[in-house]
């Protein structure tokens, strides 16, 4: 029932930041658990970071662990992603996606899934 819906995306140079978000509606995140992932042209859909429905991050691929930062906000029914020190290599359509109760990596285990927003990062 839940629709996401993600934004914040945009271009930005390299050692940039940007904040994506994810809004939902037709349900409360609460309980569910959220995640981002991202997709480069001819690339398969990568995982980046889960977090719990209680709001614990639960897990954050290599490549972004000392970088990005996921979060939620239970009040707005809204999931965050905090990208800093952003390299050429980040350059993809980021994904945000919900499943109940669990947290997981795996893209075929979340039923919920939003459009995507474009994130360029320059050299």
């Known amino acids: 029932q839940v629709q996401l819906v993600e934004s914040g995306g945009g271009l930005v140079q390299a050692g940039g930041s940007l904040r994506l978000s994810c809004a939902a509606s037709?349900?409360?995140?609460?309980?569910?658990?959220m995640a981002w992932f991202r997709q480069a042209p001819g690339k398969e859909r990568e995982f980046m970071a889960a977090i719990h429905w209680s709001g614990a991050p639960t897990a954050y691929a290599d490549s972004v662990k000392d970088r990005f930062t996921i979060s939620k906000d239970n009040a707005k029914n809204t999931l965050y992603l905090q990208m800093n020190s952003l390299k050429p290599e980040d350059t993809a359509v980021y994904y945000c996606?919900?499943?109940?109760?669990?947290?997981?990596?795996?893209?075929?285990?979340?039923?919920?899934w939003g459009q995507g927003t474009q994130v360029t990062v320059s050299s």
């Open positions: 996606a919900a499943r109940a109760l669990i947290a997981s990596r795996t893209v075929h285990e979340y039923g919920y």
């Open positions: 037709g349900g409360t995140i609460r309980t569910y658990a």
